[in-house]
């Protein structure tokens, strides 16, 4: 894929693993210089061909006028009013906070403040379902523990379950967990009472629906300003990490019209404006693809979605605010996309519980067209991750002996 024009620069700011590396690659190889900000200089998104510079600022902790004025000193210093792409759930909120003010020093397209946050909210994202008619997974929201005693008394709780943050990136960084599943009422209140906050309940409970990883269906997309969905492609999950739980670690994209036109749907009615990751899981017990997460932002995973020109969602938003046609493409349906390190590890819980043989995960990888980590234009953080993957397993293995 080429453009007319990649004289604009790029500042991706804040790198959380493969999805920020994936973002200076799909830039990069366009010829557009790229802009890393992060908190941690041993980041091996630093160590890129494709990081223009390599700029050091905790987005997290910072003062947000503090982060406010950086960015606006960053941009001048840069100078063409550069295009700004957000990471992580609190940065995405950020930059929708204060659109209009930095929309002066950038070229961007995020979805409206309430927008943002509405859909990042479980627990407003669930209302929002059901008020357009998106089916989702029935859940409640305890205010404390008493209501999650009530729950259970009143005989509505049906076994397994799942404990969930609704602000889960932040009580991922406070407890370690994003979320569980739990199989007694016993252990819904020990984990609840091990877990939640009771300053500042954030606690949810989400009836399970039952499935492997691959009833998980994916969503990427990209909404210009009249939320018009200039590239839409959904996948599937095939395994995960942390396993049951978590982020594709091995994906592949298939074609699934009803995610595809409720999706689409659903952002034309709120007003959404920009890039987007959400999954459905499928529920065979009736029937219907069921919304769990919406993510506002770019998402770790969407490298999958490619399509036959080259555009992804990354590329789309380039395109659009630089002024430029965005054409559309068939997706590479087929596709599959592998974040190595993950999936290593998801093969070996998974082979501990009996769900995979060496030689199915083996059979597995074929199709794999791009991998998070290697690249053979850009071994660099590659290399990198191998090493760390590498001392981290040493270290745990010495801690066993």
Sequence with gaps: ???????????????????????????????????????????????????????????????QQDSLRFLKDLAARIGGRPVLIPNGDTTALLISDHADELSQHFRLQVPPSAVSRGLSDKREMYFLAKKHGVPTAETIFPRGRQDVMDYLDSGNASFPLMLKFKNSWLQQQRTGVRMVIVTSAEELLEKYDLLEDPSAPDLMIQEYIPGGDDSVWMFDGYFNQDSDCLIGITGRKIRQHP???????????LENDFVDRTTRAFMKAVGYTGILDLGFRFDSRD?????????PRVGATFRLFVADNGLDVVRA????????????????????????DKDVVSFYNYRKDGKITFWKWVRSMRGVEECAWFAADDLGPFVATILGFGRRFYSRIKKKF
Excluded at 243 to 253: D, E, F, R
Excluded at 287 to 295: A, E, F, H, P, W
Excluded at 317 to 324: E, H, P, W
């Design 317 to 340: 938003l380039y395109l659009d605010v630089t002024g430029q046609p965005v054409r559309p493409a068939e997706p590479r349906w087929g596709r599959k996309w592998l974040v190595e």
């Design 243 to 253: 396993v049951y739980t978590g982020a594709a670690s091995l994906g592949i994209c």
């Design 287 to 295: 029937g219907q693809y069921k919304l769990l997460d919406v993510n």
């Design 1 to 63: 894929m080429k453009v007319a024009d990649n004289s604009v620069a790029a500042v991706v700011l804040k790198l959380p693993e493969h999805g920020s590396l994936g973002v200076m690659r799909s830039l990069g190889r366009l010829g557009v210089k790229v802009y890393g900000v992060d908190a941690d200089p041993g980041n091996p998104v630093f160590k890129s061909r494709y990081c223009s510079e390599r700029i050091l600022w905790d987005i997290q902790t910072m003062p």
